[in-house]
């Protein structure tokens, strides 16, 4: 109960921890409907813990007592399946979001929906830009 085995992925680059989170698979506005209805709906995305050459990738902060045993605490602090291939994943359950969550996503996604529509409108007009020059020099020169 008081841990999930859902892996949390980081990144760290020039000095930040980032967050990394799946690609949510593409759903028409028809699939997307059908889940809204479907209350069960939960999909799995899969991280991998080994390498391309099969490698179990490091896991950090191990006591001594542990090392060497880095697959089996992996199975047993996370949710861990084995592809067809053979390559150790943890599985990422992705659950459905909070409703409102969706809805302000929703509204953000609207928006930019609409300016690539205006930008590419048949009738648009382009923006006109202006062009300043820093120089000093008129037309007239």
């Known amino acids: 109960g008081f841990c999930t ?16 989170v799946p690609i949510e698979p593409y759903s028409s ?7 809204l209805t479907n209350q069960d709906s ?18 950090h902060f ?4 542990e090392m060497g045993r880095e697959e089996s605490l992996l199975r047993q602090w996370l949710d861990v ?21 969706a ?3 929703e509204e953000w996604l609207n928006h930019y929906r ?3 529509q205006m930008s590419h409108a048949p009738f648009s007009r382009p923006i006109p830009v202006q062009d300043y020059s820093s120089d ?3 037309d007239d020169e």
């Open 114 to 116: 609409r300016l690539a």
């Open 42 to 59: 939960l999909q799995v995305t899969f991280l991998p813990l080994m390498d391309h050459s099969r490698k179990l990738l490091p896991v």
């Open 81 to 101: 399946g084995m592809t067809e291939g053979g390559l150790l994943v943890a599985q990422q359950r992705l659950n459905k979001r909070p409703l409102l969550v």
């Open 29 to 35: 506005p028809e699939t997307a409907a059908n889940n």
């Open 62 to 65: 191990v006591t001594q007592t």
């Open 5 to 20: 085995k859902a892996p949390v992925a980081m990144g760290y680059t020039r000095g930040h921890f980032s967050a990394l």
């Open 136 to 138: 000093g020099d008129t």
């Open 103 to 105: 809805q302000m996503l």
